[in-house]
């Protein structure tokens, strides 16, 4: 247990609630497999296309999809190999998902390393966001509780990159336009409300200026 090592195999089993389509997943079905890995230190190698790795090929309604074929590793496997990931196939005539694992990214198109932009720091809610997903609870050894939790903080921190961050370029191009468009109150010095909608308008330009030029640094740091 105190080696690198990775096992890839059909468990048959369920670790969480999104795991299965056609059928409610119930949490007893999870806790044995969910404190097995817990216990093994095990956890989900990166992964890339199909989610649900088996279906019963029945039609209609009658259609059931699950995740049950899976790449566990231990951490330090992925200090070995940080960027190897498995590649989920199409079933095509199978019922299982063939499974090839990949030892390098290249330009395989796996998935990114997850990097933390200061401007999130910024934003009202992020410590909620974080304190909500660290308190997710979770069962099994440490170490398994603290990766999981760290990858519900990233998927509400992703979210609210999502909601709020998207396109920040157009966002910030937009609000300079705006300002200078606003810069024309010169011509008319006596009306106030003009200038307090100027001095508003700057504020929220110096705002989205932050964040964006954050957003840039971040950006060249990771070339």
Known sequence: MERAWIVASDFNCLLEEGDRLG????????????????????????????????????????????????????????????TAYAHFQPEQWLDHCPTAIHLEDGNSG?????????????????????????SHGVSGMRIFQVSRKLKEVKARLKTLNRQE???????????????????KIQEDKGNKQRWEEEGNMRAQFLGIRKDYYSFLNKKCKAK
């Open 165 to 183: 961050y998207s396109e920040i370029r157009a966002r910030y191009m937009a609000c300079k336009d705006r300002l200078m468009s606003q810069k």
């Open 110 to 134: 796996g998935a990114k390393p997850f990097r933390y932009f200061d401007m999130w720091s910024s934003h009202p809610s992020v410590k909620d966001i974080v304190r909500t997903a660290w």
């Open 23 to 82: 059928r409610l997943v119930l949490d007893r079905e999870c806790k044995e497999f969910r404190d097995c890995l817990g216990n093994c230190q095990l956890q989900d190698l990166k992964r890339v296309r199909a989610h649900f790795t088996w279906t019963n090929e029945q039609a209609s309604e009658a259609r059931v999809y699950s995740k049950i074929d899976r790449v566990l590793v231990k951490e330090d496997w992925t200090l070995v190999f940080p």
